[in-house]
């Protein structure tokens, strides 16, 4: 059944218990409110006329003869006036009602008004039959007044129904006595005139019967369209109002850390360049020193405890209007104006690095640092700063643990240095203006030649010769890792296919693979997969690797296996100066352990260096591993290794790094022997 059908059959709603649709509810006790407070407004406009219109009919009955009468009719229709007044004005509950009460509020707030109108509609019979006493003034409708009385009569029962288009009920209640009491009069009196007036009078009761009806159907039909349409703007406000609080989120999240915060990389930019209109500031470049080590050691929920309260204390050290951000991992940023603030760039950052070191809850003291680098002088862009102060960074962390660079002269020109690598690396690898060089490694007869180790030389037409470590690291930073780590593999794999033409397949080839290609670089793939192509044998070539590589050994693991499953060798360089430990040799498959030239250096002079020698050389018989001695670079350092059973032996006294050009036309014809 619909609101309207149940409204219109009286229905009632049952206890709150009950089982009811909720938005049926809630429409029906939404009408039932506007009924009873429009109901009441007209109730108290009409009143007053009401009594007016008793006035004048006592004051008739007065003239006529019947003043007792009227002033006691006056009197009780005052009453009832005064009740229905009181009721109107009386506090009710359910006129507080909202669309978004709940189910158990609405149903009770409906019956609170169910009872009201009910009260109402009594008190409405009440007057109507003060009004239908009326015939006592006047003789039954038979004395000379009966025109006056008839025309109050239909004059007030009009104006009930005309003020009461709320609520049908009670204007009928109102109207209903008096004009089945002047029917019974007439038809009583007698007559064809008074008859054909008595079925007037009942076809007039019709008639406001069925105006009540309709216009309460209007009114419940224009309560319910305003009260969807209000409920409709208000959930509209709410929509736009959630709409926007979301956006405001989402605008939040876009320019800020979820987890400190700050603001991210590119709220931070956003902010920056806006400050970099307004005049000059200085950029600060914090990286955390150790907190690698406490995300592997302690977990990552501690890891983001320490990120936290570092951007507290960042917070806390920032001067006014100052910016600061989380700009990724453990990396964070500061900008401001030292001028404005009065704090020099070299003070805040010593202050920042002395409240990063103060100690952690939960963590030894020192274990956390911090450094800075820092860029002051006036840029293009926010771009070149960043730039510039990550390069101060870089020196600062290349400095030890709880350091501060600023931006100089020195550095710049690194800076530019770096650029000019990195702008033409990808043009050098395309017209092969890189060489592969090859340093040969012999057995402990220092004749023997048993091995070759690729190494990368790249003559700059500006720069001159770049260091192997710049070379890889400008690779990185270029996004040329996999390109270059390609070129060196066909010019090793070239090697080896010339090594077998002349009769040398035993001999193997070395090229080295850094930590960062090993971890962001599909080293396995790439190289099995080019061995196949090249019907190349997987054990003549040897990966060499460095102790760094153990640092993040869960990376490198799967990759290192293939390589190992495939029949390619691993060697470990550098060894004795890095991180290796004894579990991590196997972990990373190291077949070769080549002593750090460090250790080799020196060798006759220091005691140390030969316990440290013989130490490493009988883990590798004991672990059966391959052992290299690398910078052999006297003759007193070669005898010395023979003398301690050295297998293998490298370094520039018994052959330098050489072209492939220079290889086969001075080494292979003089010293090659069958290995």
Not at 6 to 26: F, I, N, Y
Not at 343 to 372: K, N, T, W, Y
Not at 480 to 492: M, P
Not at 644 to 652: A, E, K, N, R, V
Request: glycine share 8%; proline share 4%; net charge negative.
């Amino acid at each position: 059944m619909s609101v309207r059908e149940q409204e219109a059959s009286g229905w009632r709603l049952p206890d709150p218990d009950a089982t009811v649709d909720p938005e049926e509810s809630r429409a029906y006790a939404l009408v039932r409110r506007d009924q009873l407070e429009a109901m009441r407004g007209s109730t108290l406009a009409a009143i007053p006329v009401n009594m007016l219109l008793g006035l004048a009919s006592t004051v008739v009955a007065c003239r006529s003869g019947h003043g007792e009468a009227g002033a006691v009719w006056f009197a009780v229709s005052t009453g009832a006036n005064l009740l229905r007044i009181c009721l109107c004005r009386m506090p009710c509950f359910g006129l507080t009602l909202t669309a978004d009460a709940s189910p158990e509020l609405t149903a009770r707030t409906a019956q609170s008004i169910d009872r009201h109108l009910r009260v109402c509609i009594a008190a409405a019979c009440l007057s109507g039959l003060v009004w239908a006493c009326q015939p006592l003034l006047c003789d039954g409708y038979t004395s000379a007044q009966t025109l006056f009385y008839l025309a109050i009569t239909c004059g007030i029962t009009a104006g009930a129904v005309t003020h009461g288009t709320a609520y049908a009920r009670i204007p009928l209640g109102f109207i209903l006595p008096p004009l089945l009491a002047v029917t019974f009069c007439l038809v009583a009196a007698g007559g064809f005139d008074r008859n054909c007036l008595a079925a007037c009078v009942l076809l007039y009761l019709l008639a406001l019967m069925n105006t009540a009806f309709r216009s309460e159907a209007t009114f419940r039909e224009v309560s319910r369209i305003k009260n969807e349409a209000t409920a409709l703007a208000r959930s509209r406000a709410e929509a736009h109002a959630s709409a926007s609080a979301l956006a405001d989120e989402m605008r939040w999240r876009a320019t800020h850390d979820d987890l400190t915060g700050l603001l991210n990389r590119a709220g931070f930019i956003q902010q920056a360049e806006m400050r970099l209109r307004s005049g000059p500031v200085s950029l600060l470049l914090l990286d955390l020193d150790g907190f690698k080590v406490i995300n592997d050691v302690y977990g990552h929920k501690a890891g983001d405890r320490v990120l936290v309260e570092v951007a507290r204390r960042i917070g806390a050290a920032l001067p006014a209007n100052g910016l600061a951000a989380r700009l990724g991992g453990d990396e964070f940023a500061v900008l401001y104006d030292p001028a404005a603030s009065g704090v020099p760039c070299e003070a805040m950052a010593a202050h920042l690095v002395a409240a990063v070191a103060q100690p952690f809850d939960g963590f030894d003291a020192g274990r956390l640092g911090v450094s800075i680098g820092i860029h002051a002088d006036p840029e293009p862009s926010l771009t070149e700063m960043l730039s510039c102060a990550d390069v101060a960074l870089y020196a600062a962390k290349a400095a030890g643990r709880n350091h501060y660079r600023m931006f100089d002269a020195g550095l710049r020109e690194r800076l530019e240095t770096r650029r000019d690598l990195e702008r033409d690396l990808s043009t050098a690898l395309a017209e092969a203006a890189l060489e592969v060089w090859f340093q040969p490694i012999y057995a402990m007869d220092a004749e023997t030649l048993v091995g070759l180790e690729a190494l990368v030389r790249w003559q700059h037409p500006r720069l001159g010769w770049i260091a192997p470590p710049d070379l890889i690291a400008t690779a990185a930073t270029a996004g040329l890792t996999e390109s270059l780590l390609r070129y060196i593999l066909e010019q090793v794999c070239a090697m080896m296919q010339i090594l077998r033409s002349r009769g040398l397949g035993t001999v193997r080839v070395a090229m080295n693979v850094s930590p960062r290609e090993m971890a962001q670089v599909p080293v396995d793939e790439i190289v099995i997969e080019r061995l196949q192509a090249l019907d190349l044998p997987p054990a003549l070539l040897e990966i060499e690797i460095t102790e760094e590589t153990a640092l993040d050994i869960g990376a490198v693991q799967g990759k290192l296996q293939a390589l190992s499953r495939a029949g390619i060798r691993v060697a470990l360089d550098d060894f004795g100066i890095g991180y290796s430990s004894l579990s991590s040799l196997r972990q990373l498959r190291a077949d070769r352990i080549k002593i750090d030239r460090s250790f080799v250096t020196g060798l006759g002079t220091c005691d140390d260096k030969r316990g440290l020698v013989l130490a490493v050389l009988g883990l590798g018989r004991l672990l059966g591993l391959e052992v290299v001695a690398e910078g052999v670079e006297s003759d007193e350092e070669l005898r010395i290794l023979q003398t301690m059973g050295c297998p293998f032996l490298q370094g520039y006294h018994l052959g330098r790094p050489m072209p492939e050009s220079v290889l086969e036309a001075t080494l292979f014809p003089a010293r090659i022997a069958a290995a």
